[in-house]
Nanobody, 123 residues
């Protein structure tokens, strides 16, 4: 079992920045990759970014590439999502997730999920 606890969401103006955190506890040795997803009202859950558990590989959705950065603090078992140049279209509930698959990007490949944190970007 893996437990994920998220923090860092909030309200920010367009062009601003936020950093989301996701702390992992439990059977973390079973994790091969971590991902961030988001879901806006009326829309399907969308892949945002992924990182290998060792931190050596990353991937990003085209809509956030160049603006968002995913990283991991190995000592704290924590994954971060640094979000810069935020746009109103980035408004969504953001979820972190853990996968036993290598660099997965689909929700079905992730077996543990955080509770979600709201990110709201005003124009």
């Amino acid at each position: 079992q893996v437990q994920l606890v998220e923090s860092g969401g909030g309200l920010v103006q367009a062009g601003g920045s936020l950093r989301l955190s996701c702390a992992a506890t439990g059977r973390t040795f079973s994790i091969l990759s971590m991902g961030w997803f988001r879901q806006a009202p009326g829309k399907e859950r969308e892949f945002v970014a992924a990182i290998s558990w060792g931190g050596g590989s990353t991937s990003y959705a085209g809509s956030v590439k160049g603006r968002f950065t995913i990283s991991r603090d190995k000592a704290k078992n924590t994954v971060y999502l640094q979000m810069n140049v935020l746009k109103p279209d980035d408004t969504a509930v953001y979820y972190c997730a853990a996968s036993s698959s290598w660099m997965a990007v689909t929700p079905g490949a992730f077996s543990a999920w955080g509770q979600g944190t709201q990110v709201t970007v005003s124009s």
